[in-house]
């Protein structure tokens, strides 16, 4: 993890932030983001049915993999000195390729650059990648916008 206080963020253009550690993506995970968002698609939820599909087992909904980018977020970046940490939202988003159920992942970041906001703020841009464990291609890539203030 980086740990930076507010002054030494403006800085941080360029950075890259590294990995966090590995999660896995279990079944009742993926059942638990599918009650909260009324996506019960058997790619996802019926494990048997979903080994005669397109993936050959059943997969993490592409949302749940990138909701999951808040807490690993926290895993590689800390800014002591602030009153307010914002996700202010995402460019460009893409769900590259599937998350087997049981697999598990990571996300790396690469400060892309760092702009004032009004109000004594700061806003991060940051190139997020989400890999599978052994995998050759991403999971999921997304910019990320994240806002800090005094």
Known sequence: MTVVTFDEAKELAGRDLGFTEYRTVDQDRVNTFADATDDHQWIHTDPERAKDGPFGAPIAHGFLSLSLAIPMWGELLDVKDVTTKVNYGLDKVRFVSPVPVGSRIRMGGVVVDVTEVKGDGIQLTVDQTIEVEGASR???????????YR
Request: glycine fraction near 10%.
């Open 138 to 148: 991403p999971a999921v890539v997304a910019r990320g916008l994240y806002r800090f």
